[in-house]
């Protein structure tokens, strides 16, 4: 009885524990974000959002997504496809280097760019003598993005895909479909959730990453400046409002991406209960 009794107790003391938690840690550094951004007004909050820096960052930040986030659903599609359905030698190494980027520092990624990439790199006096540039340039922001975000949709299918099998597309391919035929009506239909969430969480780490891209930007103002490394730069010049401001976008950025992330889950475990059953 006394067993019996203490159950609510403890369940309601897990639950008081979890929601204090995420007051300290999440709602509270998301309300002084935006009311430290807000602190002097709209018309601040505006002027700090759309003055020239800023809206090269924010475009800077749009373009190595446009451009990371497809690269990574291409990549993804492909490795989880292969891994999924076909046996091959190096099968599990391949899967070792897909997860890497998960235990190798972001800032370490960036480093190793700029050895093989910067002027004193491997490949630094080959690039500069056809006046290439990628260290301290866009392309270098684009592969230390593309670095760090490429295991997300990978990640995310590879489990999906070996859960469904081999059947559904060995039946397309028996009656006559062709491969793409087989992908674009089979297998795509599949895995569209899967694949939604997968790229959702990449576009969310292609805006905010900070580590690898702050090595390989050469922080120019107006030029190789994302969003996170503006934020940088505002901040340590104590002008607040302005990091603030723009970090509110990039809260917004995960606010959605949260939202977005709930209904996927919510869908694709309604299609995979539908299927069940």
């Not at 050895?115 to 540039?133: K, M, N, S, V, Y």
Request: aromatic letters at 12%.
């Amino acid at each position: 009885m006394h067993r019996e009794n203490s159950r609510p107790a403890a369940r309601y003391g897990l639950i008081a524990v979890a929601v204090l938690f995420l007051a300290l840690f999440l709602v509270l550094p998301l309300a002084a974000v935006f009311g430290e951004a807000l602190s002097k007004g709209a018309t601040a909050f505006g002027s700090a959002v759309t003055e020239p820096d800023a809206l090269a960052a924010i475009r800077l930040t749009l373009l190595v997504a446009g451009i990371s986030v497809p690269l990574n659903i291409v990549f993804g599609i492909a490795a989880a496809w292969a891994i999924a359905k076909f046996d091959f030698p190096g099968k599990s190494l391949l899967i070792s280097f897909i997860d890497l980027p998960f235990s190798v520092s972001p800032v370490v990624a960036g480093l190793i760019y700029v050895l093989l990439f910067g002027a004193q790199g491997w490949l630094g006096p080959w690039l500069r003598a056809h006046d290439i540039e990628i260290i301290f340039a866009v392309p270098g922001i684009l592969l230390a993005t593309i670095f760090v975000t490429f295991p997300f949709v990978a990640r995310e299918l590879i489990p999906l895909m070996s859960e469904q099998g081999r059947d559904d597309e060995e039946a397309s391919l028996s009656l006559g479909a062709s491969g793409f035929q087989t992908f674009w009506r089979v297998t795509l239909p599949n895995i569209r959730w899967g694949l939604l969430y997968g790229v959702l969480l990449c576009n969310a780490r292609a805006m905010g990453e900070f580590g690898a891209v702050s090595v390989v930007s050469g922080h120019l103002r107006g030029i190789t400046n994302t969003m996170p490394l503006h934020v940088e730069i505002l901040y340590n010049e104590y002008n607040f409002v302005a990091a603030f401001a723009v970090a509110s976008l990039l809260a917004l950025l995960a606010l959605v991406t949260l939202v977005l992330k709930s209904i996927v889950e919510w869908r694709f475990d309604y299609h995979r209960g539908g299927a069940g059953h």
